[in-house]
């Protein structure tokens, strides 16, 4: 075996002297250091050999192995730097390459522009995790155990305390929380329910949840300041309705509408011939929320909205299938 180690030093190191490009060096490596390659055979030849000389050979084999990787990567190194400083082969007159650029998604797009028109409004941006508890996204927002509210949401539960959040609602548990009032922040992210997939509805989606507390915060304010939002991202002439409706974590709770943008309210296929579309729930925050992160609810008032961002991107764009939003089909994703 010694004298085996001994051939293969002097084959290795007259084929390395051989060596002048990367080929070359690739072949000779896969020829001595690869799995397959001829020292790493030898290592298994190692474990036939007698006990006493077993510590001998396995140190020449190792001293053997070092020294042929430590040359190759050494050659190596020395040819890639002459092939990069190497210019005598660049024509300087050949045409440039195309670089293409790739685009924002239109969810991203439509997050990135509902963003911006709250910064403006001065909310501040938070996020929370996807993975969250069950206390924060229903407990704490005033859905306990057993109300039938819960049913509104199918839930992937991961076990008993924890599950991926159904909404960006517990956002707003996560940031009260966190600071005293007043509070003016917006909460963009993804949310997950156990949904069947077709055009209308998804298992993932997004959405931005808005959230104000202070003192003397007023539904006329929620009022305005949605309208602000629709007027600046759909254009300043719709007007606007507010529907009642329930959410537990909100008292009293609305749906906005809006004048559907396409047909101007005469009634279309977008907004299935009502002339209206819905955009966002809202509300004034529920006492027991306040309560359960620690807020006075004598003293101090707020609001809170969440709006669905596919369902905005799909009317927005004139889009009638979500699926088409997740299949990152580049000839659709180009068109934006
Ligand atoms: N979390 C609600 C949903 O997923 C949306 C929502 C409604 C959020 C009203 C709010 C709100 O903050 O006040 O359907």
Redesign the pocket.
């Known amino acids: 075996m010694q004298e085996k180690i001994e051939i293969i030093k002097k084959e290795f190191e007259e084929e390395l002297s051989k060596s002048s490009t990367l080929a070359d060096l690739e072949n000779l490596r896969i020829k001595y250091l690869s799995k397959n390659g001829s020292i790493t055979l030898l290592f298994e030849d190692l474990r036939n050999a007698g006990r006493e000389e077993k510590p001998v050979l396995g140190k020449s084999l190792n001293e053997l192995k070092n020294y042929c990787q430590s040359s190759y990567q050494a050659l190596k190194e020395k040819i890639e730097s002459s092939v990069s400083s190497d210019f005598s082969s660049l024509d300087l007159t050949l045409p440039g390459r195309n670089t293409s650029f790739g685009r924002k998604h239109i969810v991203i797009k439509t997050l990135d522009e509902i963003k911006s028109i709250f910064k403006r409004m001065g909310f501040s941006i938070y996020d929370g995790p996807e993975v969250e508890s069950d206390y924060n996204n229903f407990e704490a927002?005033n859905f306990p155990d057993d109300h039938p509210a819960r049913d509104?949401?199918d839930t992937f539960f991961i076990n008993k305390d924890f599950l991926l959040r159904?909404?960006?609602?517990p956002v707003?548990i996560r940031v009260m929380k966190d600071q005293p009032p007043p509070i003016r922040a917006i909460m963009p992210g993804k949310?997950f329910r156990n949904e069947d997939i077709n055009a209308r509805s998804h298992c993932l989606f997004h959405?931005v949840?808005?959230?104000c507390v202070d003192t003397d915060i007023t539904f006329a304010e929620l009022k305005g300041t949605l309208f602000a939002f629709a007027k600046e991202f759909y254009g300043s002439d719709i007007k606007y309705r507010f529907r009642s409706?329930f959410?537990p974590?909100?008292e009293p709770?609305?749906?906005m509408d809006i004048t559907c943008y396409l047909c101007k309210g005469a009634g279309c296929r977008i907004c299935k011939h009502t002339g209206w579309l819905e955009i966002?729930?809202?509300?004034m925050?529920d006492p027991n929320v306040f309560k359960s992160v620690g807020y006075d609810d004598e003293k101090y008032t707020g609001?809170?909205?969440?709006?669905?961002i596919e369902r905005i991107a799909l009317l927005k764009y004139g889009i009638d299938d979500i699926r088409i939003l997740f299949e990152n089909d580049l000839r659709f994703l180009r068109q934006f």
């Open positions: 927002l509104m949401q159904t909404h960006t609602s707003q949310v959405q949840e808005g959230l409706s959410f974590f909100t709770s609305a749906e966002l729930g809202c509300g925050v609001y809170a909205f969440g709006m669905g």
